[in-house]
């Protein structure tokens, strides 16, 4: 299967404004394009998260700390933690990879 950024910001904005569009699903696997502009008002995901920064540049919040991205840049968040864009330019896009199971991934000899 393939997809590309342009079949994905062709889809945005979405019918009510959405700045995502999904464009890959496989199992627990979703793979998304993410053009927020303004501002980011996304909610913490029950899966785990990959950003993988295609242009554009900011500040992230992992719900800990706060860390400068640019393009070409890759971000991890953990299922269930709260976390957000600032400062982004306005040409930001971003892929977004989440997976795993509802919670999130186990490391080796984390509880199940």
Do not use: C
């Not at 699903?25 to 899966?47: F, I, K, N, T, W």
């Not at 040409?91 to 990879?97: G, I, P, Q």
């Amino acid at each position: 299967m393939k997809t590309s950024l342009k079949e994905g910001l062709a889809r945005l904005p979405g019918p009510q404004g959405e700045r995502f569009a999904e464009l890959l699903r496989r199992g627990s696997l979703s793979v998304e394009v993410y053009a927020p502009r303004g501002h980011d008002p996304q909610q913490p995901h029950a899966q785990d998260e990959l950003y993988i920064v295609h242009s554009g540049a900011g500040v992230f919040f992992d719900g800990e700390n706060w860390v400068a991205f640019a393009a070409g840049d890759a971000l991890w968040v953990p299922a269930g933690r709260a976390h957000r864009f600032e400062q982004f330019s306005e040409d930001f896009v971003t892929w977004v990879v989440f997976y795993g199971p509802p919670g999130g991934e186990k490391q080796d000899g984390e509880n199940t």
